[in-house]
C-alpha cells in the first residue's frame, strides 16, 4: 500500500487546478444506464471510485470509451441485472445504479452497500421512495431485488430525512416513470442539479431541482448528449483549508461562480482568511492574512450549510490557531476517526460525542499515522503540512479515492510531499 511523506512547515504559494466533481460524475456515469444511446462526458476526475463505478457499469454491459477526461458510454441491455457485492463493497455509490436499471428494465438486483468507516449509513430512504413508484422488494443474502411489471409510477414522495444518494435515485428513476413525480425535502446540493441538467439535457423533464421541492415528469425515451462534469467543491475546500492551515497564496483555477459563492460564505468566520473570486468565478484567489485569535462554533448541515465533507479538514486547519472551537458533525455518527491520529501528532483537540472541542496547540509535530477514510485522510494531510518535521501517512488508497494528483498539485505550491510505492 503506497504512503505518502511530507515534510510540514511551509506556506503554499502558487496555482491549483480543480478536478471535476467525484460526487457529481458518480450519479452522471449511473445516468448512462437509462438510455441505449451515447452518453459523452469530461471533465471526469482520474480517482479510484470513478474506476470502480466504470468497472460496475461494464459488468451491465455498458460500452466505455474513456480518453483522459473525457468517456463515452453505451448501455445495452445486460445479461443480467446484478451489481455483485465485490463491486458494490468498493464503493458505496455503486447503489445510484438501482434507479436507473428498475427505471430502464423493471427488475434489478444489487448488492446491500453496508456500512463504511463513517456510518452504517443505511438505505431505506431509497427503497421507500422506490417502493411508491410500484417498484416491490426483496432483501435475501445482502442483496435487494427490486421488479415491477411495466413502468414506474410516478409519485409523491416526502424524504423523511435529507439524502443526497436518495434524492440523485428518485430523480433518475422518476425520469422514464408513467406520469409525474414529487420529491419533497430533497436534498439540494449542486451535485444533485448538476445530475439534473445532464438528465435534462438528455430529454428528462425535471423542474425545482436545486430547491427542497423537485418535479419530474416522466418521458417515454432518452437520448444522447454530451456533458461537462462541473468542478469539485469539496477538492475546492480543503485546498483553501490547506493554505488557512499552512498560509500563502493561492488560486484556485476551474472553479465556478456557484461553488465560490457557496465557499466564501461557509468559510466567512475565518477572519484571517481572504477569498476573491475573479473571471466571474472561473477562479478563486486564496490568500491568508496574519493569524488572529479565533474561536468557532461549526456545525455541519446538508447543503447550503457547512459541509460535512469539509469537518474533518476544518478541524485540522484550526489547530494552530489561538482560541477555543467547537466542531458539530450532525450527518454521520462516526466522522471523528481522524482524531485520535492528530492527538498523535501532539493536537490538542477532544471529541465529546459529536462535537470536538479545538485548541490550540503550539508544537504540531510529524508523525506516522493512518488514514481511515477519505475525508480524514485529507484532513491528515493538511495537519502534515502544518507540523513541523515529517508525517507519513499510511493508507492512502483512502486519497486516491477523492483527490485526484493531490501530491502534484501541492508541490506546484511549494509543498515537500512525495508519494512512497509499495
Ligand atoms: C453523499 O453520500 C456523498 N457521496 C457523501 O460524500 C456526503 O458526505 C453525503 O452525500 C452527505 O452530503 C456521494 O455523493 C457519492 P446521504 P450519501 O444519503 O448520498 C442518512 C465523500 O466524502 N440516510 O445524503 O450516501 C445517512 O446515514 C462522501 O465524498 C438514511 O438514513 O449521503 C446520513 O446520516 C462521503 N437513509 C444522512 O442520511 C437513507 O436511505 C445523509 O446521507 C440514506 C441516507
Known amino acids: 500500500m503506497d504512503k505518502i511523506e511530507i515534510t510540514g512547515g511551509k506556506s503554499l504559494n502558487g496555482k491549483i487546478r480543480i478536478s471535476g466533481s467525484k460526487n457529481s460524475a458518480l450519479p452522471i456515469l449511473a445516468a448512462s444506464l437509462l438510455t441505449e444511446e451515447k452518453i459523452s ?53 455503486s447503489f445510484l445504479i438501482l434507479g436507473p436499471l428498475l427505471a430502464r428494465y423493471g427488475k434489478a438486483k ?10 452504517n449509513r443505511p438505505v431505506d430512504l431509497h427503497l421507500d421512495g422506490l417502493e411508491r413508484m410500484g417498484v416491490t422488494f426483496k432483501i435475501e443474502d445482502g442483496y435487494v431485488t427490486g421488479s415491477i411489471d411495466g413502468r414506474l409510477k410516478g409519485a409523491i414522495i416526502n424524504l423523511n ?26 436534498a439540494q446540493e449542486p451535485e444533485i442539479s448538476d445530475l439534473s441538467k445532464l438528465l435534462t439535457r438528455m430529454g428528462a423533464n425535471i423542474k425545482g431541482f436545486g430547491t427542497k421541492k423537485i418535479v419530474i415528469y416522466g418521458v417515454k425515451k432518452l437520448k444522447s448528449c454530451s456533458y461537462e462534469i462541473m468542478p469539485d467543491r469539496i477538492e475546492s475546500g480543503t485546498y483553501i483549508l490547506c493554505v488557512f492551515g499552512c498560509g500563502g497564496i493561492v488560486k484556485l483555477e476551474n472553479v465556478n461562480n456557484e461553488i465560490c459563492n457557496h465557499l466564501i460564505k461557509i468559510f466567512k468566520k475565518l477572519k ?28 455541519t448541515k446538508e447543503y447550503p450549510g457547512f459541509p460535512t465533507d469539509l469537518q474533518a479538514q476544518l478541524t485540522s486547519s484550526l489547530l494552530k490557531t489561538k482560541g477555543r ?58 495537519a502534515a503540512l502544518m507540523a513541523d518535521g515529517k508525517t507519513t501517512i499510511n493508507r492512502v488508497y483512502h486519497l486516491d479515492r477523492g483527490y485526484e494528483n493531490l501530491e502534484k498539485k501541492l508541490k506546484l505550491c511549494g509543498a515537500q510531499i512525495k508519494r512512497v510505492k509499495s
Do not use: W
Open 41 to 93: 462526458v469530461s471533465n471526469v476526475p482520474n480517482l479510484s471510485d470513478i474506476f470502480s463505478m466504470l468497472e460496475l457499469l461494464k459488468s451491465l454491459n455498458v460500452k466505455i470509451n474513456k480518453r483522459k477526461d473525457k468517456i463515452d458510454l453505451t448501455s445495452s441491455t445486460p445479461r443480467s441485472l446484478l451489481a455483485h457485492y465485490d463491486l458494490v463493497r468498493k464503493m458505496r455509490a
Open 272 to 299: 484571517s482568511l481572504q477569498l476573491k473570486k475573479n473571471d466571474n468565478g472561473k477562479n478563486l484567489l486564496i490568500k491568508k492574512k496574519k493569524d488572529s485569535e479565533l474561536s468557532l462554533i461549526v456545525k
Open 110 to 119: 444489487v448488492s446491500l452497500p453496508g456500512g463504511c468507516a463513517i456510518g
Open 325 to 382: 472551537s467547537e466542531i458539530v458533525e450532525n450527518i454521520f455518527e462516526n466522522r471523528f476517526m481522524h482524531i485520535g491520529e492528530l492527538i498523535r501528532m501532539g493536537a490538542n483537540v477532544k471529541q465529546i460525542g459529536s462535537k470536538v472541542i479545538v485548541k490550540e496547540c503550539k508544537k504540531l509535530r510529524g508523525a506516522e499515522v493512518m488514514a481511515t477514510d477519505l475525508r480524514a485522510s485529507s484532513c491528515l494531510v493538511i
Open 161 to 186: 430525512k435529507i439524502s443526497v444518494g436518495a434524492t440523485e435515485n428518485l430523480i433518475m428513476a422518476a425520469t422514464l416513470a408513467e406520469g409525474t413525480t414529487i420529491i419533497t425535502n430533497a
